[in-house]
């Protein structure tokens, strides 16, 4: 089933709440998911198996910590924090490259990159082995599938760009995995109380008089 | 930028109806009814199509004969008198079919790129009825409950931008007459409006035959849409932010080139005389059973009388003579006279503020990304500038944090808790930027201010909500409401009253602190009758002699 861009965004944008992120991860969250999918991109398997994983669990261990690698102390870096870290550290890439640690579901660290790339007003090249990305901040080009976990990943300034993938206004996720993201995106929603219907919570309960 | 300001605001040129009815007259857009299938009970299809300059839009309506007792206003309702879908192009056949398997059921259906807009409207059940017997006996409608309730139907939710699956604004942006905002829903409210006057007609006709008679033009013409809006509406001003401060800088812009105007020529001062005038008779025409709603009326109606006799004999030479008249206007009149006077200035001066309306998207969409470079210095000084009011309360008091937004399970639409007497604090959506700012100083105080917005969100990621939004008002001035949106005494009404302003609705009428019937489009003119001279002054009505 299609899916308009509005639509993955605001599902992304819930469910990783859902899962445990601060809001203003979960708003990075949606933006990526949205820059993905208008990029031909299917986030979604991979934001459901993140948001799985780190579901419960510490964020901190999930963080990347500053360093020679960019790594986390849990061992896995969740790809929206170092994501985030990347994109609000995106002037230093002017000076040097930039070396991530293992990461999970890292399709959704490349949206950041663009992000970065955007900021710092030239293309940037993602490495990892077996593939690579480029982007100018605006297209994305990919070669290889960057849909597992990957050992480590590199971001630098490149003076390639690559032809970027088709724009995509309609997203076409994959069923399962939206599905996944609806039951972490419900648990945004307040069950309904007793107290809340006293309290009158719609306010507009109101006999529809005239 | 106060709530009880924000509660205030009025309809002006700027307003997206009127950005509309404007481009429509100007670009001389052609209405007209393809199908009418409706049966004697109102059920059945119908198709109006509209042709502007460059593309084609339809909107295909579907009549439901609905039991009374399952009309609701409520947005979770599941059942209308009539559902519309309005549609890039012209539907064929299978377009329609599928429309017919979907629109009908409204939230619950599923919607193509095809579709811009998806609505639903149900019968005023005190007027519908009594109109369409008159009018089936050959008599006119009693003018008096027509006057009270102003419509004959109201919608319930408008969805566009996506909602459903339906096509995302981003899309199509880039077409002229959907650069400002709304433009799409405006529109396919305006057919709304069209279709149940044909409507209205086609059963007094089923009803009466012969004797039927159509309804008197200049009673159609006030008639307007109802609409009952709750508190869906309520946080849309803070969830965009960046496009909110589009809408208010618009005005505020508008506001300024007309102040420093220099002298006022015996036109433009004639035709701000005529709106006021008539300024007068919309506001005698504004009913509300709530309290604050009335005594705010009354006084507007005093202010009005006081603008008059305030530029009785008003010399045109005056230096900025709008500008003196609204710095008078700061110590004589109430807020609601204040906003209405800043709306009025506006009208004699289409050349110079009309264009603003092109500026008030968001061409970002509500993206912004953080400057992770930026000083904390730099970022406690934009903290204190924009949200020093909320440094200014005290947090610990119960009766500061008395309210929590958030979406229930069981109607999936926003809500407004009692934090202090519910569960619901985990559950609570992001709508307390005074709070959630206060929280990020705090922290921000404990940091070198020589250190970046990125190394303390890198520590701090909880606060990064806050400081986007403390960082989106570097741009956006307007972006945030002065106020405590989660406070006691805070009424939901003013943040639906500025959005709702800003569409072009008149006629507030709020029935609680969280849930108001307003009227769109009341005094337009019908397609077809629409032109130059009609498309901007349909707000103010005539007075009665």
């Known amino acids: 089933m299609s899916r308009s861009l509005n639509e993955v965004e605001s599902i992304a944008w819930k469910a990783a709440r859902g899962a445990g992120y601060p809001w203003g991860i979960a708003e990075e969250a949606a933006a990526a998911m949205r820059w993905l999918a208008g990029r031909g991109i299917d986030g979604c398997p991979a934001l459901a198996s993140l948001l799985e994983r780190t579901d419960g669990s510490n964020l901190d261990d999930w963080s990347p910590e500053p360093g020679r690698i960019w790594s986390a102390p849990g061992g896995v870096l969740c790809p929206l924090m170092a994501g985030a870290a990347l994109s609000d550290h995106a002037r230093q890439l002017q000076q040097c490259a930039r070396e991530f640690g293992q990461m999970a579901s890292p399709v959704l660290f490349l949206p950041f990159a663009g992000w970065a790339a955007a900021t710092v007003g030239a293309n940037l090249q993602v490495t990892w082995p077996g593939g690579s990305s480029?982007?100018?901040?605006?297209?994305?080009?990919?070669?290889?599938?960057?849909?597992?976990?990957?050992?480590?990943?590199?971001?630098?300034?490149?003076?390639?760009?690559?032809?970027?993938?088709?724009?995509?206004?309609?997203?076409f996720p994959d069923p399962s995995a939206w599905d996944r993201l609806g039951e972490l995106a419900r648990r945004v929603h307040a069950p309904a109380s007793e107290a809340s219907r006293r309290f009158g919570a719609g306010g507009a309960d109101g006999i529809d008089d005239d | 930028m106060r709530l009880a300001r924000l509660g205030s605001l009025h309809q002006s040129r700027l307003s997206f109806m009127r950005v509309l009815t404007r481009r429509m007259a100007c670009e001389n857009w052609k209405f007209a009814r393809i199908t009418f299938d409706l049966d004697e009970r109102g059920t059945g299809r119908a198709i109006y199509r509209v042709d502007g300059p460059e593309r084609t839009y339809s909107m295909v309506a579907f009549g439901h004969d609905l039991p009374d007792e399952m009309r609701s206003d409520r947005v979770i309702a599941e059942a209308w008198d009539a559902t519309f879908a309005l549609l890039d192009g012209v539907p064929d056949e299978t377009d329609v079919e599928r429309l017919a398997a979907n629109v009908p059921l409204q939230e619950a259906g599923r919607y193509s790129e095809r579709e811009l807009v998806v609505s639903r409207?149900?019968?005023?059940?005190?007027?519908?009825?009594?109109?369409?017997?008159?009018?089936?006996?050959?008599?006119?409608?009693?003018?008096?409950?027509?006057?009270?309730v102003g419509y004959l139907m109201r919608t319930t939710a408008v969805y566009g931008s996506g909602k459903f699956g339906a096509v995302d604004y981003a899309d199509i942006r880039n077409r002229p007459e959907f650069a400002a905002p709304f433009q799409a829903e405006m529109l396919l409210v305006y057919l709304i409006r069209a279709f149940v006057l044909d409507l209205l007609e086609h059963l007094a006709r089923c009803r009466g035959g012969e004797q039927a008679v159509v309804l008197d033009r200049d009673t159609a013409r006030k008639l307007g849409i109802g609409n009952a809006t709750g508190l869906g509406m309520a946080p849309f001003i803070v969830n965009h932010a960046a496009l909110f401060n589009n809408w208010i800088a618009a005005r505020e812009e508008a506001i300024r080139r007309v102040r420093s105007v220099p002298t006022a020529t015996e036109a433009e001062l004639a035709l701000f005389r005529d709106r006021l005038r008539r300024s007068e008779a919309l506001v005698r025409d504004w009913r509300s059973g709530h309290s604050v709603q009335r005594a705010k009326v009354e006084r507007l109606q005093l202010d009005l009388q006081l603008i008059k006799a305030r530029i009785e004999g008003w010399p045109t030479d005056e230096n900025c003579p709008w500008d003196r008249l609204v710095e008078w206007s700061e110590a004589a009149l109430s807020e609601e006279g204040q906003e209405c006077l800043?709306?009025?200035?506006l009208e004699p001066y289409g050349t110079l503020v009309d264009e603003l309306s092109e500026g008030m998207a968001d061409p970002s969409d509500g993206d912004f990304r953080i400057d992770g470079s930026m000083s904390l210095a730099e970022t406690c000084g934009l903290l204190r500038e924009h949200y020093g009011w909320a440094l200014g309360i005290d947090w610990r008091m119960p009766e500061e944090t008395a309210r929590a937004w958030y979406i229930s399970e069981e109607k999936l639409e926003p809500r407004l808790g009692q934090r202090h007497e519910e569960d619901i604090a985990e559950f609570e959506q992001p709508l307390s930027p005074g709070r959630d700012a206060v929280r990020?100083?705090?922290?921000?105080?404990?940091?070198?201010?020589?250190?970046?917005?990125?190394?303390?969100?890198?520590?701090?990621?909880?606060?990064?909500?806050?400081?986007?939004?403390?960082?989106?008002?570097?741009?956006?001035?307007?972006?945030?409401?002065?106020?405590?949106?989660?406070?006691?005494s805070m009424l939901?009404?003013?943040?639906?009253?500025?959005?709702?302003?800003?569409?072009?609705?008149?006629?507030?009428?709020?029935?609680?602190?969280?849930?108001?019937?307003?009227?769109?489009?009341?005094?337009?003119?019908?397609?077809?009758?629409?032109?130059?001279?009609?498309?901007?002054d349909w707000v103010y009505p005539e007075p009665v002699a």
């Not at chain 1, 590199?154 to 088709?166: F, K, N, T």
């Not at chain 2, 059940?125 to 009270?148: F, I, T, Y």
């Not at chain 2, 800043?342 to 200035?345: E, F, G, K, P, V």
């Open chain 1, 134 to 171: 480029f982007t100018d901040g605006d297209g994305l080009a990919l070669q290889g599938d960057p849909g597992w976990d990957l050992g480590g990943v590199m971001v630098a300034v490149s003076g390639e760009m690559l032809e970027a993938r088709p724009r995509a206004s309609r997203a």
């Open chain 2, 121 to 148: 409207a149900n019968r005023s059940s005190r007027l519908w009825e009594h109109a369409v017997k008159a009018l089936a006996a050959g008599m006119q409608p009693d003018a008096e409950q027509l006057d009270a």
């Open chain 2, 342 to 345: 800043a709306s009025l200035i």
């Open chain 2, 440 to 488: 990020a100083h705090a922290d921000l105080e404990r940091w070198s201010p020589a250190e970046s917005v990125a190394a303390f969100l890198l520590r701090h990621p909880e606060h990064r909500h806050a400081i986007r939004r403390v960082q989106v008002c570097r741009t956006a001035p307007y972006a945030e409401i002065h106020d405590n949106t989660i406070g006691a």
């Open chain 2, 492 to 536: 939901p009404i003013d943040m639906m009253r500025a959005k709702l302003s800003f569409f072009g609705a008149t006629h507030f009428d709020p029935k609680s602190d969280r849930w108001v019937r307003i009227r769109m489009y009341a005094g337009a003119p019908y397609p077809g009758e629409l032109d130059l001279g009609n498309c901007e």
